[in-house]
């Protein structure tokens, strides 16, 4: 179904909905420095009048497969749901052998299904919404992490603003995590500053300005 909205109704004020899907390889209650960066992310949203919830994917039994709805049992259709009722998606994630977590992986296979679910007037239901990354991990690679999932959200409809990822990564060859630091660095704090404020911007702009169709 289309959704218009009225330009004049949408101002630097008017509220959004974001969801952050946390691809942490580890279930709940366990502590989690994807879940720790995704809920900072989410604070920083909400300065700029962004509500909405963090979900830990691995929770839920997201089946495996490129459909909207795997059967009896898949967790996905709710998630997707919430992602489609939201104006921001927000993906954090681990770096494991240099890569997205093999959760992060199968949330973009899950989301390949929105290629074939169009509005009206041949839109994906994706267009219009934006994206963005938070990366944690003890080697360097968040540069290649994030290109990876801003591709692949790209892919699926999703836009990215200007600095749409922030991130922590240890010293090589050490132990430390994210969640372990005894306050969050300034660099990140920073980055994570300028995503949550370029993020909802570009969301407000395309919520009052769809994409045409083609």
Same mark, same amino acid.
């Given at each position: 179904?289309?959704?218009?909205?009225?330009?004049?109704?949408?101002?630097?004020?008017?509220?959004?909905?974001?969801?952050?899907?946390?691809?942490?390889?580890?279930?709940?209650?366990?502590? #989690?420095?994807? $879940?720790?960066?995704? +809920?900072?992310?989410? %604070?920083? !949203?909400? /300065?700029?009048?962004?509500? @909405?919830?963090?979900?830990?994917?691995?929770?839920?039994?997201?089946?495996?497969?490129?459909?909207?709805?795997?059967?009896?049992?898949?967790?996905?259709?709710?998630?997707?749901?919430?992602?489609?009722?939201?104006?921001?998606?927000?993906?954090?994630?681990?770096?494991?052998?240099?890569?997205?977590? #093999?959760?992060? $992986?199968?949330?973009? +296979?899950?989301?390949? %299904?929105? !290629?074939? /679910?169009?509005?009206?007037? @041949?839109?994906?239901?994706?267009?219009?919404?934006?994206?963005?990354?938070?990366?944690?991990?003890?080697?360097?690679?968040?540069?290649?992490?994030?290109?990876?999932?801003?591709?692949?959200?790209?892919?699926?409809?999703?836009?990215?603003?200007?600095?749409?990822?922030?991130?922590?990564?240890?010293?090589?060859?050490?132990?430390?995590?994210?969640?372990?630091?005894?306050?969050?660095?300034? /660099?990140?704090?920073?980055?994570?500053?300028?995503?949550?404020?370029?993020?909802?911007?570009?969301?407000?702009?395309?919520?009052?300005?769809?994409?045409?169709?083609?």
């Amino acid at each position: 179904m289309e959704t218009t909205h009225n330009p004049d109704t949408v101002s630097p004020t008017t509220p959004l909905r974001a969801v952050a899907l946390v691809c942490s390889l580890t279930p709940s209650p366990a502590p #989690s420095s994807s $879940q720790l960066l995704a +809920e900072q992310t989410m %604070a920083a !949203l909400g /300065e700029h009048g962004v509500t @909405g919830k963090v979900i830990r994917v691995v929770d839920h039994d997201v089946k495996p497969g490129v459909q909207s709805d795997m059967g009896d049992g898949d967790a996905w259709p709710e998630i997707r749901r919430t992602i489609l009722g939201s104006d921001i998606l927000v993906i954090s994630t681990p770096i494991w052998v240099g890569h997205p977590s #093999s959760v992060a $992986q199968r949330v973009l +296979e899950r989301l390949d %299904a929105e !290629l074939s /679910e169009t509005d009206d007037e @041949g839109r994906l239901l994706t267009y219009g919404k934006v994206a963005a990354v938070c990366v944690v991990g003890n080697e360097d690679g968040a540069h290649k992490v994030s290109a990876d999932l801003f591709q692949g959200l790209n892919d699926v409809g999703f836009s990215l603003a200007p600095g749409a990822v922030t991130y922590w990564v240890g010293e090589a060859m050490q132990g430390t995590d994210y969640q372990d630091l005894d306050k969050t660095p300034e /660099e990140t704090a920073g980055t994570t500053a300028t995503l949550a404020a370029n993020t909802a911007h570009l969301a407000r702009r395309l919520k009052a300005a769809a994409y045409p169709p083609s």
